[in-house]
């Protein structure tokens, strides 16, 4: 009979045998009562800053709290499976000693002999010295070595030591935010705030978190914006290409006095397409450099956070906290432009219908129309300042205002009144209480308004409104957008929907219409802007602002006013 295969032992894993307080091999291992287990010097230091600080005692890692402190009792058979580990970890590392060497950025052994020393794998904190794996044995076989603190090497131990004492950096001044020894505390940082690099590691381990999570987010999008670049590009030179074909199909229509001028808008879009492929492509090698080096941080942060030196994480961390962005890059996401070659295109058919009277001012027009065609929009404003560049003059519409309205002089301030007002009839005049300005808008456009009330409308509404006192007000049709506010509330309407809205109160709010994008968005200025609500949309027609005023219960002199930015 064929003898039996003996028994496999169950495989020791090296990380579920280390204090989740040190991270290092179990020494003395103890076990609280919700059943985790630590280093009795580990769990006692923690429950003695507990105790200083809050007068409770808690688990690390469970966060359950004990009504008392617990009485700790070594867990036998952990310390027994800690030794067969160390012991088989001993075996394994005399097997494998003296196969590695140390290169120019290692850390060699300091008890290697020889012009090459081998690499070290743990340093002591009790002996301050880096051990390869062959030195490493009596520190798992002599009894009072056992008790020495083992760490994996990250860095010399040379620059965790104190230059002043020559002892080993182990605690953090928070003061001076450094690294200092316990002979620092007693000198030079006597009275400064100083805690453990176990505390400190804490702290900044929560910001190591954010930092990833932040890195994250910008690898996620930036990848988001480059796919979103990849297939803008490739739709903008489809255009280009059909807009090109499309003035050839025209141009040889055409009677032979326009092949000059063919020739001329042909460069034109060639031009303009091979600039905004620069441009593009430009940005796409900007933003795979930025990608790498967000995932080159996303590793170096990754490693960081499950390295065991506490101080070589605290003295590596800052330079890893600090933005790797590149400062060149447009903020915000990528934004196709609605504009396309086809508008070009378009344009070139109309010729055909007076090519004579248009041949004077063609390639000017042309010119216009091409330059206008972007692969990406213009960054969307962040501040009040770069707001501010889109500001543009407004003034009322006096063939617009209703009759209990008046509008002032200087044509930008409108004011109830409880008596009807003389203005000759037009077809455009508002037969509720509500005003539109001159002006047509079709780009970027911002501007602020002041109002005194009990009830405003702030609205932007298409030429064909209706006029009538029945479904003109702003918001109850599909021709206009509107932010009320009224009892203290602000209220955004559009087809008759309503949403509430939240923010602080101002008297000046500020509109910003990106036409072009489809987005309308309503801020509330005080000392800072603050988004109350953004729209977004597509808008069919020309934009004009408009203003709308109620009457009031009892009399107040209710009013809204375009503030002069220009």
């Known amino acids: 009979m064929a003898e039996k295969p003996p028994l496999r032992a169950v495989d020791l894993d090296h990380n579920q045998l280390c204090c989740s307080v040190c991270l290092s091999l179990f020494r003395e291992p103890v076990t609280v009562p919700c059943g985790h287990s630590y280093c009795r010097s580990c769990i006692e230091v923690c429950w003695q800053q507990e105790e200083a600080a809050k007068g409770r005692y808690s688990c690390p890692q469970c966060r359950e709290v004990f009504q008392s402190r617990p009485i700790l009792g ?107 020894c316990y002979l620092c505390g007693i000198d030079e940082h006597r009275g400064h705030h100083i805690v453990s690099a176990i505390a400190e590691r804490a702290t900044e381990q929560k910001q190591l978190i954010e930092n990833q999570t932040i890195n994250q987010k910008r690898l996620h999008d930036s990848e988001h914006e480059l796919k979103q670049l990849g297939k803008a590009l490739k739709d903008f030179k489809s255009c280009s290409q059909t807009a090109v074909e499309g003035v050839d199909n025209i141009v040889d229509m055409l009677i032979s006095s326009i092949q000059k001028k063919h020739h001329l808008a042909k460069q034109m879009i060639t031009m303009r397409e091979k600039q905004a492929v620069a441009e593009a492509e430009e940005l796409q090698l900007q ?31 800052p330079a890893l906290s600090t933005s790797c962005e590149s400062p060149d890059l447009p903020p915000g996401a990528v934004v196709r432009p609605r504009e396309s070659m086809e508008t070009a295109s378009q344009f070139m058919g109309k010729l055909k219908d007076d090519i004579e009277h248009l041949l004077e001012d063609f390639l000017p027009k042309f010119s216009a129309k091409v330059s206008a065609v972007n692969v990406l929009l213009p960054p969307v404003p962040k501040s009040r300042e770069q707001f501010l560049l889109y500001s543009r003059i407004l003034t009322l519409d006096v063939n617009t205002v209703n009759s209990y309205l008046a509008i002032s002089e200087e044509q930008r301030r409108v004011t109830y009144q409880t008596n009807c007002v003389y203005y000759s009839s037009h077809s455009d005049r508002f037969g509720s209480m509500q005003v539109l300005c001159r ?68 008297s000046c709010i500020g509109v910003y219409l ?38 009031p219960a009892y009399y107040t002199q209710g009013y809204v006013e375009l503030v002069k930015l220009w």
């Open 514 to 551: 990106d036409y072009k994008a489809g987005t309308l968005a309503f801020y509330s200025i005080s000392e800072k802007m603050t988004l109350l609500h953004k729209e977004q949309t597509t808008f069919s027609q020309p934009l004009y602002p408009g203003f709308g005023l109620k009457c």
């Open 74 to 180: 070594k867990n036998n058979i952990l310390a027994e499976v800690v030794e067969k580990l160390k012991g088989t970890s001993t075996k394994q590392t005399s097997l494998s000693a003296g196969l590695n060497s140390a290169g120019p950025e290692d850390v060699a052994c300091d008890f290697c002999c020889g012009t090459e020393r081998n690499k070290a794998s743990m340093s002591c904190l009790t002996c301050l010295a880096s051990y390869c794996d062959s030195h490493l044995v009596p520190h798992y076989r002599v009894p009072v070595l056992k008790t020495h603190q083992l760490v994996s090497v990250t860095v010399s131990l040379k620059t965790k030591m104190c230059k002043a004492h020559n002892k080993l950096m182990e605690v953090y001044c928070q003061t001076d935010k450094s690294c200092i």
């Open 287 to 317: 933003l795979k450099e930025e990608i790498t080096k967000l995932r080159k941080r996303k590793d170096d942060l990754q490693k960081l956070s499950l390295t065991s030196d506490h101080v070589h994480f605290i003295q590596t961390f």
């Open 439 to 506: 002006e047509a808008l079709s780009e970027r456009c911002y501007w602020e308004v002041h109002w005194k009330g009990s009830f405003c409308a702030i609205a932007v509404a298409y030429k064909d409104i209706c006029r009538s006192s029945n479904g003109s007000e702003f918001g109850f049709n599909d021709k206009s957008w509107s932010l009320e506010f009224s009892k203290d509330t602000y209220t955004f309407r559009h087809r008759y929907k309503t949403k509430t809205l939240s923010g602080p109160l101002s």
